[in-house]
Structures are given as C-alpha cells and as structure tokens.
C-alpha cells in the first residue's frame, strides 16, 4: 500500500505539471526531476510488497523465491554501490559536482527541482556545487552583459543567510549577491559549495549513516531468510502428500 502510495504521489505529480499529457517533456529538462523518486521507490516498494504478501499468503514458492532474489539483487548494488563510492571517491565527487551544475542550469525550468535545491542549500547552508559562482551556469543568475535579467549576479534566496528575527523569508535577498567584495558576500549569503558541505555533514554524521545501510541491510538480510524457510517449509509439506 506504501508502494501504492508513492506511485500515485509521483504519477499526480506529472499529472499537474502536464507530463501525462505530454510524454515527450520528460527528457525537456536538463535536471532532475524528483518526481523520478517517487515513481522508482514506489514502484520497487509495490513490487517486493505483492510478491512477499501474497506469495506467503497463497503459499506460492515462485512469489517468495521471486522476492527473496529481487530483494537478494538489490542488496548486492547497494553493497556494491558502497564499496565503488569508497574505493573511486574522487570520481563520485567529480560525478557529484556534474549533477549539481547540471541542475543548476535547470533551477528555473522545474518547480520541483527548484524546491529541492533551495531545499539542499537551506539544510546544508550551502550555495552551489563548490562555490556562489557556480550560478554563473543559470542563464538567469550569470553575471555576462547580455543578461538581462533582475537576478543577473544574483543567488536563489536558499543561498542567503539567515536572520532568525525575520518570519518571512526574502525571496529578492541574493539580488547582486555575486556583485559585492568577497568578504561583503560571507555577510549576505553562504559562500561554501555543497559537495563540501555534504562531505562534513557525512563525517560529522558517519555513526549515524553507517547505523542506518547496516539496519538496512540487516533487515533485508532478515526478510531474505525468511523467504527461503517459509519456501523450505512448504516445499517440505507438498513433498510428505
């Protein structure tokens, strides 16, 4: 139901920006769309579920083997994918700093994109991949002559700094931003890039983070097992009849 969930949350989504409507616009952005999230964790979320709930219920061996190896499959990528982030972390902070820019450039063009990086940039007190001058990659916030645009050498406002007596957030407080000396702009907004700042909050957080994949893994682990006793058992019964 959980999968349901997800999968009707991401389908609305597409639905309110006009995607079903127009297939095609899915590869219009230059981003990423969030809405992805939704669609492939619910849809793998449905798929574990209905083949777990009802190969146990019904006592179907091909439902429980089924899930047993998808959920089998999908902890080898995630160890794999922990093994390959350790050993090339260079190469994944290349990769990481290419689809923050990427992303960048696509501020403007998605408004769920726009949410979530102004969402980063808040929760990480961060602005851009490596630095405010990263915005030069956004056709509204580059400094060049030819822009015309109010927010020409300017930020989102999820880049300025906060002032706790303010309730209502300035949305025009990154105007010419990028204008001002260097150290004017560590008053106004966060001068450090967010590939940086994710790299702290993770060795700031490892404890925590590495708590987290090991419970994963132990509870997949766990519904793995079962899977094979449960298919053992009535493999077991049907062979007494």
Do not use: H
Not at 86 to 99: A, E, R, S
Not at 183 to 210: H, M, R, S
């Amino acid at each position: 139901f959980l999968g349901i969930a997800f999968l009707g949350i991401g389908l609305w989504a597409w639905n309110e920006k006009g995607v079903l409507s127009n297939i095609s616009s899915i590869t219009d952005l230059g981003g990423f769309d969030p809405v992805w999230l939704f669609l492939v964790v619910g849809g793998v979320m449905f798929i574990l579920g209905f083949a777990g709930c009802i190969g146990a219920l019904r006592e179907n061996t091909f439902l429980l083997k089924f899930f047993s190896v998808f959920l089998g499959i999908i902890f080898f990528l995630e160890l794999t994918a922990g093994v390959l982030a350790f050993v090339f972390k260079d190469w994944i902070k290349d990769q990481l700093y290419f689809f923050i820019n990427n992303n960048i450039r696509a501020y403007r063009d998605d408004i769920d994109l726009q949410n979530l990086i102004d969402f980063t940039q808040e929760y990480w007190q961060c602005c851009g991949a490596f630095g405010a001058d990263d915005w030069n990659l956004n056709i509204y916030f580059n400094c060049t002559d030819s822009n015309a645009s109010r927010e020409r050498c300017g930020v989102p406002f999820s880049c300025c700094t906060k002032d706790p007596a303010e309730d209502v957030i300035n949305t025009q407080c990154g105007y010419d931003a990028r204008q001002k000396p260097e150290v004017d702009q560590q008053i106004v907004i966060y001068t450090k890039g967010c590939v940086p700042q994710f790299e702290k909050w993770l060795q700031d957080n490892l404890t925590i983070v590495a708590g987290i994949f090991i419970g994963i893994a132990l509870l997949q682990i766990f519904g793995i097992c079962l899977a094979q006793n449960l298919v053992s058992d009535i493999e077991a019964v049907r062979a007494s009849w």
